[in-house]
């Protein structure tokens, strides 16, 4: 009990880190899924601002909910919030607490790929090739052409292989340009999140420290009281089916003895604990039997049976039956059957 | 619990080698960061100054802002500084040295990618193409001043058609990394000459007043931790209390509302004790369905 409890406080005290730990590791899938990705602008006017904006946009939305879905806490707290209140008040500042931890740690790894897309350049440049201001970085002496056909022209640029505006405006400029532009916001968006998770941190011990203290508690505190309700009950759940087999093969054997007309046999005082773990079934036939039973009709779900003045077994034994069996209930069930 | 406490205390007594193993892994990550980064020059007039100076100086701001954030100490001393003052007195030096030994690991990474960055000299190529003086430079001397501003800003792009073969180019070039990683050896000397000095200097000056807030401001640190595990130890005896108190309930129910004979004696093998007298199927779907419906109150009196 001891060593359990020091590895339950170990990894309470550090569920933190662990859901850190995860929060890092789809931080890190996200930049890998971003270079596994193959970027393929399809050059064409209109596509070109849903392809990139659409890459810059739907990914994170999807790592956002992929962040709530890989969280366990979220079954708690959806459990926690429809819960009808009962004998205990429900504490909306806790839900706050535990909706906000979970958020910020899901924002992670999209803000991740938002930075590494626009620090990359790809999205941007085939995003807004078709806005690059050929004023003032085209060439001076570049043919007249209809606005459509500079939207078509300058809608290449990202594909330099099939580019046919060089008289326009350079291909290299273009894409310097956009690419600037796109690293500029790519920092500028890092620098910003950076800043708000700084003054998130930084103002909450100058606000409300004791509200957050409490509501942290409470947090943990549910969270734990759930894992030792299911200890708790895979526990039971272990005895009750610990006592419902024994019961079984007691029944079993009783019936058996009961049909066959034989005497019980008694163990003798020197048998040892192998032969009480035999439980009254001794010969193949008779497993057999009881495998069969176990099959085709198990018993029902309940250890409480009426107790009957019975002299089987136990009339030599002097103790007073822990376990008044139910031969009524178990041969009714094992008759039907026959 | 012995074990757990000899863990406990060589991670306690290592709290600082925990900070300074932080800081170098951010300096490290400033470094990676700044590698794999694309440096890509607009190599145009008025953007060439904002795109340099701004690779140059933002990533910093944002590295020192992360080395405040990952750093836990932060949290512990801005709650010191802004708990009320209660029934312990407030000791500014502790907070002044939890502040400033905060601040001298946050500022190593911002100053390792400044390092690197004048060291590799694309940032200052960048920014400063255009500020040099066309006259010392031969293919710059003779061109008009308009056209020579927007030669000198394509100087950062090697590719570009107009200065793909211009030897003027590599001679800006090279004029001004040399200036750059003058800047960046100049940099790293002297933060390293101050670093030496401070750190040779400082028992001479205040050496016990250095040790007593050292001191407290481990202390400081040590209780807020003990504090969060005392915490979640009691939150789990609670916890424990609470459901066994519900499992107790629960069974005073049923013996109530049952017709059955109570079980009396205690089990010969110890499993009554665990079936807590819930022992058939209806029992147990009554009792997790209590669970969620009226969940105990919280009090374990």
């Known amino acids: 009990m001891d060593k359990f409890r020091m590895i339950f406080q170990f990894f309470q005290s550090n569920q933190e880190s662990f859901m850190n730990g995860i929060c890092g590791i789809m931080a890190l899938a996200s930049t890998q899924m971003y270079s596994a990705f193959d970027f393929n602008c399809p050059c064409l006017p209109h596509y070109n601002l849903a392809y990139g904006l659409g890459i810059l946009l739907v990914p994170p939305f999807i790592l956002f909910l992929l962040g709530f879905v890989l969280n366990n806490n979220i079954s708690m707290l959806a459990e926690e919030w429809r819960r009808p209140q009962g004998q205990r008040g429900k504490d909306p500042s806790v839900l706050r607490y535990m909706f906000c931890s979970m958020a910020q740690r899901a924002m992670i790894a999209p803000a991740v790929w938002v930075s590494v897309t626009l620090l990359d350049g790809k999205c941007i440049t085939c995003a807004f090739c078709t806005s690059v201001p050929v004023d003032t970085l085209g060439n001076a002496s570049h043919p007249h052409l209809s606005q459509g056909e500079i939207q078509r022209v300058l809608a290449r640029i990202p594909c330099k292989e099939i580019y046919n505006g060089q008289q326009l405006i350079a291909n290299e400029v273009a894409i310097r340009y956009l690419r600037c532009i796109s690293q500029a916001l790519g920092w500028c968006f890092v620098l910003l999140m950076t800043t708000l998770a700084f003054l998130v941190r930084s103002l909450r011990p100058c606000f409300s420290q004791a509200a957050f203290l409490k509501s942290r508690y409470w947090s943990h505190y549910i969270d734990i009281e759930r894992k030792l309700f299911d200890e708790t009950c895979a526990e039971h759940a272990r005895s009750f089916a610990k006592v419902c087999i024994q019961q079984f093969f007691e029944g079993m054997s009783t019936d058996l003895v009961a049909a066959r007309c034989h005497l019980p046999r008694k163990a003798p005082a020197d048998a040892g604990e192998a032969a009480e773990k035999l439980l009254g079934i001794t010969d193949q036939s008779t497993m057999n039997m009881a495998l069969k039973s176990w099959h085709r009709c198990k018993p029902p779900l309940n250890l409480h049976p009426p107790a009957l003045p019975t002299g089987n077994g136990w009339a030599g034994e002097g103790q007073p039956p822990t376990h008044p069996s139910a031969p009524q209930r178990e041969t009714a069930a094992y008759y039907s059957w026959v | ?301």
């Open chain 2, 1 to 301: 619990m012995d074990r757990f406490r000899m863990i406990f205390q060589y991670f306690q007594s290592n709290s600082e080698s925990v900070m300074n193993g932080i800081c170098g892994l951010l300096a490290l990550a400033s470094v990676k960061m700044y590698t794999s980064f694309e440096f890509s020059c607009p190599c145009l007039p008025q953007y060439n100054v904002v795109y340099g100076l701004g690779i140059m100086f933002i990533p910093p701001i944002i590295l020192f802002l992360c080395g405040l954030i990952l750093n836990r100490q932060s949290l512990v001393m801005l709650e010191e500084w802004r708990r009320p003052a209660g029934r312990r007195k407030k000791d500014l030096a502790v907070i002044r040295y939890m502040c400033s030994s905060i601040m001298q690991r946050a500022m190593v990474a911002p100053v390792v990618w400044i390092i690197v960055t004048l060291l590799d000299g694309k940032c200052l190529i960048c920014a400063f193409s255009g500020s040099v003086d066309p006259e010392k430079f031969v293919g710059f001397a003779n061109v008009s001043t308009v056209q020579v501003q927007q030669l000198l800003a394509k100087v950062p792009c090697k590719d570009d058609e107009l200065m793909r073969n211009n030897t003027s180019r590599k001679a800006v070039s090279r004029y001004l990394r040399c200036w750059s990683q003058a800047l960046g050896w100049s940099i790293l000397l002297i933060l390293i000459i101050a670093a030496f000095l401070a750190r040779w200097l400082r028992p001479c000056f205040n050496q016990a007043t250095l040790l007593q807030a050292r001191h407290w401001s481990n202390y400081i640190d040590i209780e807020q931790k003990i504090f969060e595990e005392t915490c979640c130890e009691h939150s789990r005896l609670f916890a424990h209390k609470c459901i066994l108190h519900f499992f107790e309930s629960m069974r005073q129910e049923i013996k109530l509302h049952s017709l059955s004979l109570p079980r009396e004696g205690e089990g010969a093998d110890g499993e009554e004790d665990l079936l807590r007298g819930i022992t058939d199927q209806d029992q147990v779907n009554k009792l997790l369905k209590t669970w969620y419906c009226e969940k105990p109150p919280l009090d374990v009196s």
